[in-house]
T-cell receptor, first 114, second 109 residues
Framework: EAQVTQNPRYLITVTGKKLTVTCSQN?????MSWYRQDPGLGLRQIYY???????DKGDVPEGYKVSRKEKRNFPLILESPSPNQTSLYFC?????????????FGPGTRLTVT | GQSLEQPSEVTAVEGAIVQINCTYQ??????LSWYQQHDGGAPTFLSY????GLEETGRFSSFLSRSDSYGYLLLQELQMKDSASYFC??????????FGSGTRLLVRP
């Protein structure tokens, strides 16, 4: 089954404790992206990747890191999480950078930072 | 969401037709997508308009007018399962998909 998977689905952590949210897709997609969703603000892009070893900042990259060492994986790293990073996070992928109009989303990761 | 405006809530009756409007900023605009998101779920793609006009996919249609910087999603023969949030999103020339804040649709019996 074609899908985007994220782990963990739920995470409660404390301020400053480094964490990684994994994202993997099995569709051989070139483009991958991370979004955060907060009430009333829609989805805001954190980082995106056009292909392996090619990443770029989205609209809200502060406090986040990403890497794209393999085509299928695009982990999101929070080096020192803070309470304002409490949010619902979605990973998404599309066939290429020219087809980002149609993205496939993972199930989401709900992160709480205390 | 930055640069897109859509109503925050819409209510309609089962079996009716509802239109969700979206206006957007034109800078770097390529096209307009629509996504559906049920509570607790992930956004799922509905449609995309790159050119002016109407795109129809079953009960859902999407319209774009580039000259008016405006689009809409039309849902016909509403069903209870259509209760969800609907997001317009503009495809940007810098390989970004920028989402609106979403419209919460409530379908009543």
């Amino acid at each position: 089954e074609a899908q985007v998977t994220q782990n963990p689905r739920y995470l409660i952590t404390v301020t400053g404790k480094k964490l990684t949210v994994t994202c993997s897709q099995n569709m051989n997609h070139e483009y991958m992206s991370w979004y955060r969703q907060d009430p009333g603000l829609g989805l805001r892009q954190i980082y995106y990747s056009m292909n392996v070893e090619v990443t770029d900042k989205g609209d809200v990259p502060e406090g986040y890191k990403v890497s794209r060492k393999e085509k299928r994986n695009f982990p999101l790293i929070l080096e020192s999480p803070s309470p304002n990073q409490t949010s619902l996070y979605f990973c998404a992928s599309s066939l290429s950078g020219t087809s980002i109009s149609q993205q496939y989303f993972g199930p989401g990761t709900r992160l709480t930072v205390t | 969401g930055q640069s897109l405006e859509q109503p925050s809530e819409v209510t309609a009756v089962e079996g009716a037709i509802v239109q969700i409007n979206c206006t957007y900023q034109t800078s770097g605009f390529y096209g307009l997508s629509w996504y559906q998101q049920h509570d607790g779920g992930a956004p799922t793609f509905l449609s995309y308009n790159a050119l002016d006009g109407l795109e129809e996919t079953g009960r859902f249609s999407s319209f774009l007018s580039r000259s008016d910087s405006y689009g809409y999603l039309l849902l016909q023969e509403l069903q209870m399962k259509d209760s969800a949030s609907y997001f317009c999103a503009r495809m940007d020339s810098s390989y970004k998909l920028i989402f609106g804040s979403g419209t919460r649709l409530l379908v009543r019996p």
